[in-house]
């Protein structure tokens, strides 16, 4: 089952969208799915239904974190995982339109679509290190 597969499966079960896709990647990095879980439940609908920055968005950055982030105060890779996720929110705004709830929300674009969306593009940038 793909990431996409995995996070379209626990959006389903009723975890909000940012759950949904960094549940999907998480056991790939030694946290539990509910460990995951529980470190989402504050992200969805925008941030706690806030309306900003989405969910799914705010799932795939975490995965790109847990896969190439820093634990170290290291500017240049601060710098290159800055970079990365630019290049991931470009990919996901081209995809969908917009990076804020109500406005994806607005275009008619399925929550269950954003989530498969948001893993697909986490999955693709980390098995080829670039979305390009």
Not at 43 to 53: K, P
């Amino acid at each position: 089952m793909t990431c996409s597969e995995k996070a379209h499966e626990i959006h389903k079960q009723g975890f909000n969208c940012a759950q949904a896709v960094f549940a999907a990647f998480a056991e790939n990095y030694g946290i539990t799915r509910e460990q995951a879980l529980k470190l989402c439940a504050s992200f969805g609908g925008g941030l706690a239904g806030s309306g900003e920055c989405c969910g799914a968005a705010l799932g795939m950055l975490m995965a790109l974190g847990m896969a190439e982030g820093f634990a170290q105060p290291d500017m240049a890779k601060k710098q290159a995982h800055n970079a990365r996720v630019r290049e991931a929110m470009k990919l996901f705004e081209e995809r969908f339109g917009a990076v804020r709830c109500p406005d994806l929300k607005g275009g008619r674009v399925p929550c269950a679509e954003i989530v498969e969306g948001a893993a697909e593009i986490a999955a693709q940038m980390l098995s080829h290190g670039s979305a390009d």
